[in-house]
């Protein structure tokens, strides 16, 4: 039987880091438990109306956040505060499939579009690998705005 799981971060700025790899991914803010969404309400605002009516001070309300792919299909994305920044390389990463069903140049062009878009969003260009058949593609590796390591293939 497979299991569900999902993909934890550890965070300096949880609320900025689930912010970034929203725009990544394609996914949403979910709302808080119990509470109808209106269409087009900011799910962050109403994370903190809910926090704010349950007494959590301000200074608290950003030990964690989580994504969601709104197709239900991939994997909840869970940010969760640490007092330490990141100091070794990770062990797992994400890969970002920016050019699915593309090949050579025009899928390289579209890893680099899709490279420029993140860099805009504050994560950093790491490395281009070039394609090297039949055992890559190419890909591009990355750092989030806190250092995580992803690539883009």
């Known amino acids: 039987m497979s299991r569900h799981f999902q993909v934890t971060f550890d965070a300096r700025d949880p609320g900025a880091l689930s912010s970034f790899w929203k725009e990544t991914l394609g996914y949403v803010?979910?709302?808080?438990?119990?509470?109808?969404?209106?269409?087009?309400e900011?799910?962050?605002?109403?994370w903190d109306a809910f926090l704010e009516k349950q007494g959590v001070p301000p200074s608290e309300r950003n030990r964690a956040s989580a994504i969601e792919d709104p197709d239900g299909d991939g994997?909840?994305?869970?940010?969760?505060?640490?007092?330490?920044?990141?100091?070794?390389?990770n062990?797992?990463?994400?890969?970002?499939r920016a050019a699915p069903g593309l090949q050579g140049d025009e899928r390289m062009a579209a890893i680099e579009a899709e490279c420029d878009r993140l860099v805009a969003l504050g994560a950093k260009r790491v490395s281009r690998s070039e394609p090297a058949p039949p055992m890559s593609m190419g890909f591009i590796v990355m750092n989030d705005p806190e250092g995580n390591e992803f690539c883009l293939d």
Do not use: S, Y
């Open 29 to 40: 803010h979910p709302g808080p438990p119990g509470v109808t969404l209106a269409n087009g």
């Open 91 to 96: 062990r797992v990463h994400l890969d970002v």
């Open 42 to 46: 900011d799910p962050l605002a109403a």
């Open 75 to 89: 994997p909840r994305v869970f940010f969760q505060q640490v007092p330490e920044d990141k100091i070794a390389k």
